[in-house]
């Protein structure tokens, strides 16, 4: 047995002092601080705080196939050492990507015995595999992934018609994730400038994806989500559909909480992600959006490449990579934001942990609480740092140098320290299992 005792815990959206009593994988029970146990303690200090582990459910592996951009054993280390304990990976990038349960199979047997953090999967929907929709749930994906516009790779390529899949995906009250962008609103862009790039996806692109979504949502009874908005300006239609009745859920990641159009250099391709980095007052008005509940939650959408793919040497937007890598820098980007904002941690703690459990089933993650996995996070809000060596294959990030707020002292993973010395103990996870 192990008792946490801290000043500061984080429990149900609230901090407050606390003994966490653990007892083998699980939390056993949330005690007054100062309750007397017969357990190995961990006493935190004044200046950290207990946090339940986080939850990213948008991540991009590759593994097998581009296991060169990242893989399991990377970026499951950069999972832990931000103080996330539980991933789900993308279907796509990977070869093959996770489009029938065969290749599903692929891809577990690539990540048996490398994960440092427990490890869900998504399928993908694209056209004409509506047929293996309900065998990959039935195999325990959280959910199928379409996107409404050219993915950036051929073999996964676009369903800018989701009805099918969502009358399939109904059929067994699953869940549909789409990349929501509408590809006749945007154009090519080449060049070093970032304005271009942004010009070429309007927010008019997301908009329109997602206002045909929400359609077929609502026609369907599908339940949907919507992965990585940028486009603030979709959020009054969002809301207006999820109170009419659609089932919609919504996410966000930290580099639209944090970063803005205005500071990006021409030629940092860095900085490039789909949809784009846009300017600060649609920054703010995420900001709102997290506030008044019409995004639910915020996830990285890890998507890191090589170097080469990045086209450092050029500074072409148009041919670069789109994908920010951040995984192990979540919670320091937001939080040093959320802080800046008066946000309290606890908040940030829901929006980055409980919520995305929420969203996929993960009943025993996400909370501190009796019952729950023992994933728990210590965490030193106020210590501040410089971005520098990252735990990500390829360590290629805007955040580079940033200075920002919040380290990440130990993580534990049902019960026990996640350490490099250590083996991997990090499970595969299965939907509907607890």
Not at 209 to 216: G, K, M
Not at 371 to 386: I, R
Not at 400 to 407: F, K, N, P, Q, S
């Amino acid at each position: 047995m192990i008792v946490f005792r801290a000043q500061r815990v984080v429990v149900d959206g609230v901090e407050q002092p606390a003994a966490v009593l653990v007892v083998g994988e699980s939390i056993e029970a949330v005690l007054p601080v100062d309750t007397l146990v017969d357990a190995h303690e961990v006493v935190l200090g004044p200046e950290e705080v207990l946090l339940p582990g986080l939850v990213d459910t948008h991540v991009h592996v590759n593994e097998p196939g581009r296991t060169e951009w990242e893989g399991f054993a990377t970026a499951t280390a950069a999972a832990a050492a931000g103080g996330v304990t539980t991933i789900v990976d993308m279907p796509l990038n990977s070869l093959p990507p996770t489009l029938d349960v065969a290749s599903l199979d692929v891809k577990r047997t690539a990540a048996a015995g490398q994960c440092r953090v427990d490890v869900g999967f998504w399928g993908g929907a694209v056209p004409g595999n509506e047929g293996q929709l309900r065998p990959l749930h039935d195999a325990g994906v959280f959910g199928v992934k379409c996107f409404l516009i050219d993915s950036g790779v051929p073999e996964f390529p676009a369903l800018p018609d989701p009805s099918a899949a969502l009358r399939a995906v109904a059929a067994y009250d699953g869940l549909l994730i789409a990349h929501a962008e509408d590809g006749d609103l945007v154009v090519d862009a080449t060049g070093r400038r970032y304005a271009d790039f942004v010009a070429s996806r309007p927010e008019a692109s997301e908009s329109s994806a997602i206002a045909r979504l929400l359609r077929l949502a609502g026609e369907t009874g599908a339940r949907v989500h919507v992965v990585h908005l940028s486009a603030a300006a979709a959020l009054p239609m969002l809301a207006a559909a999820r109170a009419s009745g659609v089932r919609v859920s919504v996410e966000t990641c930290p580099h639209y909480l944090a970063l803005t159009a205005e500071e990006v250099p021409d030629g940092d391709t860095r900085f490039k992600c789909c949809p784009p980095v846009r300017e600060a007052g649609n920054r703010d008005a995420l900001w709102h959006g997290l506030r008044d509940g019409t995004i639910d939650m915020i996830v990285s959408d890890h998507s890191p490449c090589t170097p080469d793919l990045k086209r450092l040497e050029t500074g072409d937007f148009g041919q670069a990579w789109g994908g920010i890598a951040s995984l192990q820098l979540g919670l320091p980007v937001v939080w040093t934001q959320a802080r800046e904002r008066g946000i309290p941690l606890a908040e940030v703690v829901t929006w980055m942990s409980h919520r995305p459990a929420e969203l996929v089933g993960l009943h025993r993650k996400g909370r501190i609480a009796a019952g729950q996995d023992a994933d728990l996070v210590v965490f030193a809000p106020e210590q501040p740092f410089t971005v520098g060596e990252l735990r990500h294959r390829n360590p290629i990030t805007p955040y580079a140098g940033r200075d920002l707020r919040g380290v990440v002292r130990s993580t534990w993973l049902r019960g026990a320290p996640i350490e490099d010395e250590a083996p991997p103990r990090g499970r595969l996870l299965v939907r509907g299992e607890d």
